[in-house]
């Protein structure tokens, strides 16, 4: 595609539901990256993947956080038994390769209630 | 000490002039710099980035380097109201080069 794409846009969930962010990335880009960015704060690394393997998944904050990436291509976040401190803006970006140039996707807005 | 220091600000310039924007890092090893520019509302966009000692210009922007020293900072001259907007420094590793990290980021406002 021309661009990094995540779905949903928004999404507002209950405390306690789990919910599964999607990333598209630009075609034939083989890292893929999670940010997080809570409202007025910096990007917080969550994880990246370079084809489908995670070499760094430090940056997921509990076990109730994963990812996966399959194919090389599309990827998902999961998150689990969903807290309010969850809520946030969840940016997917990716690069043609690790350490060069990643542009983000638009960004999931996650409202916990 | 967060890894990845920006000055807070907001920063307030008149249209026309320079803005400097600061960033210090703490972990000796990194290898790579990094500028975004982001909208409110928008995700970040790469302005600029710099892996040597020196100076790297673009444009209205250069980005100065000094590894000694440990800083990094962005220079916008001829300053514009479309450049009003949070400007993120971002580092990363020799050993670890797909994972950034980001500072807070310091806001910009361009007043006509």
């Known amino acids: 595609g021309a661009g990094v794409s995540q779905s949903p846009s928004n999404k507002v969930t209950e405390k306690g539901k789990d919910v599964e962010l999607r990333c598209d990335p630009i075609s034939g880009h083989t890292a893929l990256y999670w940010y997080r960015q809570s409202l007025g704060q910096g990007l917080e690394f969550l994880i990246y993947?370079?084809?489908?393997?995670?070499?760094?998944k430090s940056g997921l904050p509990s076990d109730r956080f994963s990812a996966e990436r399959t194919g090389g291509s599309v990827s998902t976040l999961t998150i689990q038994r969903t807290q309010q401190e969850d809520s946030a803006v969840y940016l997917c970006?990716?690069?043609?390769?690790?350490?060069?140039?990643?542009?983000f996707g638009e960004g999931s807005w996650l409202t916990v209630v | 000490q967060k890894e990845v220091e920006q000055n807070s600000g907001p920063l307030s310039v008149p249209e026309g002039a320079i803005a400097s924007l600061n960033c210090t890092y703490s972990d000796r090893v990194s290898q790579s710099f990094f500028w975004y520019r982001q909208y409110s509302g928008k995700s970040p966009e790469l302005i600029m980035s710099i892996y040597s000692n020196g100076d790297k210009e673009d444009g209205r922007f250069t980005a100065q380097l000094n590894k000694a020293s440990q800083y990094v900072s962005l220079l916008i001259r001829d300053s514009q109201p479309s450049d009003s907007a949070t400007y993120l420094c971002a580092v990363s590793y020799w050993t670890n080069a797909g994972k950034s990290t980001f500072g807070d980021g310091t806001t910009l406002t361009v007043k006509p």
């Open positions: 970006a990716s690069s043609q390769d690790v350490g060069n140039t990643i542009y």
């Open positions: 993947f370079q084809g489908n393997s995670a070499p760094d």
